[in-house]
């Protein structure tokens, strides 16, 4: 069982950085590919970027290429989405999620485990 809790949301400048983070409980973190979605008011849940369980490979959604980083820290079991030059688009509430494998997947249905979310709003 693996525990997840995420922090570091909230309302932010259009253009503006924010780090989000996700804290998982259990031995064997590394063996979970960690990865982020998001859902935004009205739409589905999307997914945004993942990563290996060593760290090795990441991959990420079409439009926040280029603006948002996933990295994790497994001596801390900590996984981070760096989001840099936010729209308003990027508003969403924000969910860490885990795989029992270590392989990064963009499939929502192949996470084993959820956190709660955190709310992200920019303001334009």
């Known amino acids: 069982q693996v525990q997840l809790v995420e922090s570091g949301g909230g309302l932010v400048q259009t253009g503006g950085p924010v780090r989000l983070s996700c804290a998982a409980s259990g031995r064997t973190f590394s063996s979970n590919a960690m990865g982020w979605f998001r859902q935004a008011p009205g739409k589905e849940k999307e997914f945004v970027a993942s990563?290996?369980?060593?760290?090795?490979?990441?991959i990420y959604a079409d439009p926040v290429k280029g603006r948002f980083t996933i990295s994790r820290d497994n001596a801390k079991n900590t996984v981070y989405l760096h989001m840099n030059s936010l729209k308003p688009e990027d508003t969403a509430v924000y969910s860490c999620?885990?795989?029992?494998?270590?392989?990064?997947?963009?499939?929502?249905?192949?996470?084993?485990?959820w956190g709660q979310g955190t709310q992200v709003t920019v303001s334009s």
């Open positions: 999620a885990a795989r029992g494998v270590r392989y990064y997947s963009t499939v929502e249905n192949q996470y084993d485990y």
């Open positions: 990563i290996s369980g060593r760290g090795g490979s990441t």
